[in-house]
């Protein structure tokens, strides 16, 4: 670090610039996650019912072809009694006419002949009825199993247009996902821009990544979670920003302005607090709720405390565990 006039003269850092592309990447793929996993959700719901559909289908035709073939075999049955029936008659049609052409036999053998072939004439008959009722319950069941064959073609046809418009609606969903993010991206990078001119260049107020960096002491004094008057100084110019910010951003982007807190990793000592825990928690809800007394929603705020469990400096020295005493600020989706 180098000194001009009495100055620290902070070097350029590259980074932020990466991290910002690499978080909204990263942004941009959870998205399409959670997106496929919602189309393939759906998509399960509308295929498991197409198939209880199709199954109940399937046994309507099972049962309708047991029952055709029960009745081909019963008509196979009435056939073979028919043949037999019209054996008889004929045999009967012989007798008479071998009666009628004795000429001794008598008369009452020729009666008995008549009504013997009389009763097979009627039993003959009974049997076409039968076959004929058969043969119209047969084309009834053809008609049912028609009629099922179609409202399965249907029903498939329906299965693949379902499909269809699942499909391209995740497709649309992704796209309007991908652009909101990208929108808030950029909301981001202006709001970061406008803070810094707001801020101005000052050692303690920095840009790491994605995320915008108080150091403690601007805010706070040490061990205490009471905004100091410089920092409630800061703060101000920062509520005008983010109230800008609420103007801007759209309604339908959900977008929340994270404040976190963070301590070094030195046990805090006769501040009032039992852990470095409670005490990033408070100071984060004190620069929220300072906020809010400005006018900021608090739907669009989030308060959030890390203690010494996120520093951003592995060293030891004063100045490390300086650095690490921070609140940051960071925009993001709900």
Known sequence: MALVRGRRVEPVNYWPGFVDALSTMLLV??????????????????VTGKDTALDKLNRQIEELTTLLAMERTQ???????????????????????DLEAGAGAGAGREGQAVAALDAQKQISERALAQVEVLNQ????????????QDA??????????????ISDLGSKLNIALAQKVQELAKYRSDFFGRLRQILGSRPDISVVGDRFVFQSSVLFDPGKADLSGAGKQS??????????????????IPWVLRVDGHTDVRPVTGSGYKSNWEL??????????????KGVD???????????????????????YQRN???????TER
């Open 280 to 293: 990033s928690a408070a100071r984060a809800i004190a620069v929220a709720q300072y906020l809010v007394s």
């Open 29 to 46: 793929i959870i998205f399409l996650l959670s997106v496929f996993m919602l189309s393939q959700y759906f998509l399960s719901r509308e």
């Open 75 to 97: 008509t196979g049955a009435d056939q073979d009694q028919i043949t037999k029936l019209a054996a008889t008659l004929d045999q009967a049609r012989k007798d008479k006419n």
């Open 235 to 252: 703060l101000e110019r920062l509520a005008a920003a983010v109230l800008d910010l609420e103007r801007e951003i759209p309604p339908d």
């Open 152 to 165: 399965l073609s249907i029903s498939q046809t329906s299965e693949k247009d379902s499909q269809e418009k």
């Open 298 to 320: 608090p739907h669009v705020l989030a308060a959030t405390g890390f203690g010494e469990y996120q520093p951003i400096d592995a060293g030891t020295t004063e100045d490390a």
């Open 325 to 331: 005493r921070r609140i940051e600020l960071k925009l």
């Open 137 to 148: 319950q047969i084309t009834a069941l053809r008609r049912q199993l028609a009629a099922l």
